[in-house]
Structure formats: structure tokens, C-alpha cells
């Protein structure tokens, strides 16, 4: 079993910056890829960053040049930088982890509001 567990979420104003943690504990070897979702209210759930096993990175339209994702595999966490926020980055901030072998976990989501 593996838990997924996001932090850094708040409340910041437009143009601000907010970094997001998320830590995955557990039995797992390999991760095939880590990745960042969003889901606004009445929206679709989005993909904000993606980062794979061979540390290739993939972001949504909407962030691209403005997020930045991360990841330290020895610690099993994984970092979203956000900079230049705009009130329609506002979302629950999910963290999900493909397991090689095991599947897909997801946290439970830590908020991001951007608002003056």
C-alpha cells in the first residue's frame, strides 16, 4: 500500500508564487511517473506537470513557463513551483504516483486559492 500525502497549498494573491509538496510513503521500488492534477469546481480535473522515470517533464498549456515540477527519488517526493499565479490557478492541487507493478495513488488534494 502507498500513501500519497500533499502539502503547501494557501491562499495567495495574483502574481504570487507558491511551491507544493507531496510525499509518498510505503512498500514501492520504481516509480514509472509522478504527476501533478487540478480541479476547479464545475471543471474537469486537469494535468499540471508530469514528470517520468527517465525525468522527462510534461506540462498543461495553461502553466507551461510558469510551474515547475520536481522530484527526489532517494526521499520519494516530488515538488510543483508555481510562479505568476492568476486567480483561475485556483484548485484542488492533486499529487498522484504510478507504481511499476502496483498501480496509481493519489493524495487528497491540498487547495490553492489566488485571490486579492
Known amino acids: 500500500q502507498v500513501q500519497v500525502v500533499e502539502s503547501g497549498g494557501g491562499l495567495v494573491q495574483p502574481g504570487g508564487s507558491l511551491r507544493l509538496s507531496c510525499a509518498a510513503s510505503g512498500r514501492f521500488l520504481r516509480t514509472y511517473y509522478w504527476a501533478w492534477y487540478r480541479q476547479a469546481p464545475g471543471k474537469q480535473r486537469e494535468l499540471v506537470a508530469r514528470?517520468?522515470?527517465?525525468?522527462?517533464?510534461t506540462y498543461g498549456d495553461s502553466v507551461q513557463g510558469r510551474f515547475t515540477i520536481s522530484r527526489d527519488n532517494a526521499k520519494n517526493t516530488l515538488d510543483l513551483q508555481m510562479h505568476t499565479l492568476q486567480p483561475e490557478d485556483t484548485a484542488l492541487y492533486l499529487c498522484t504516483v504510478n507504481v511499476i507493478g502496483a498501480g496509481q495513488y493519489w493524495g487528497q488534494g491540498t487547495q490553492v486559492t489566488v485571490s486579492s
Open positions: 514528470i517520468q522515470l527517465g525525468g522527462t517533464t
